[in-house]
């Protein structure tokens, strides 16, 4: 059975282009967004990576560490770092895992054959401080990945373990958010600003 939301994100040890790393030691403290990409010097690959060096300020604003993989070798991935950072604007400043023995990606579940070949899919997991899998991505080869909507989840999954709330379809930070199901309208009103109660099963707030 595959990985589900909930569940404790297997650790492993693996060579990076940062050395090697166990990975629940390495994230300790901090959110992970774990991604695999099909490989290395390809185009839709190399406009994702270089993104999310992009966005590393991004990232470290919201407590989160970013960590790729592919199959390929270690070698592999510093030959074409170079090409990531001069087509995203911004070195590489993440470690990519190298996974040729597919270890990773088989405990991960990220190589779906058939989708082409043995090589991973680009599967994205964000995990919490506590190791938890809090949201998993699968897109196909063929579609490149939107970090933003990465950051935003980021966002959705903090804002919502921080207060009593719900986020609402194609939500964004500052958004009004949707009063938590389990609470009272009386006591929404205690907790949130502005709840407003348009059903009674759908009671919307001032994002806290
Ligand atoms: C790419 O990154 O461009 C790519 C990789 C594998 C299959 C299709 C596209």
Request: charged content about 25%; some cysteine; hydrophobic content about 40%.
């Amino acid at each position: 059975m595959g990985l589900r939301l909930g569940d404790i994100a297997p650790d492993f040890s693996a060579t990076t282009t940062d050395g090697e790393i166990t990975f629940h030691e390495w994230k300790q403290g901090s959110w992970a967004v774990l991604f695999s990409h099909p490989a290395d010097f390809t185009p839709v690959c190399t406009t994702e990576l270089g993104r999310t060096a992009a966005l590393r300020g991004a990232f470290d604003e919201r407590n989160t560490k970013a960590i790729a993989l592919s199959v390929d070798s270690v070698d592999d991935h510093r030959g074409w770092a170079p090409d990531i950072g001069e087509v995203g604007g911004t070195a590489l400043n993440f470690p990519i895992i190298a996974d040729p023995e597919r270890k990773v990606a088989e405990l991960y579940d990220m190589i779906h054959p058939g989708e082409g070949d043995t090589s991973t899919v680009r599967s994205v997991f964000i995990i919490d401080p506590s190791n938890k899998i809090r949201l998993t991505l699968t897109y196909p080869k063929s579609v490149g990945r939107n970090f933003d909507e990465i950051i935003r989840i980021i966002d959705a999954l903090q804002a919502t373990d921080a207060n009593p709330i719900a986020t609402p379809a194609d939500w964004k930070p500052g958004q009004r958010v949707i009063v938590s199901p389990a609470l009272s309208t009386e006591d929404a009103k205690g907790k949130l600003s502005n709840v407003e109660e348009v059903k009674p099963y759908l009671r919307y707030a001032d994002a806290p």
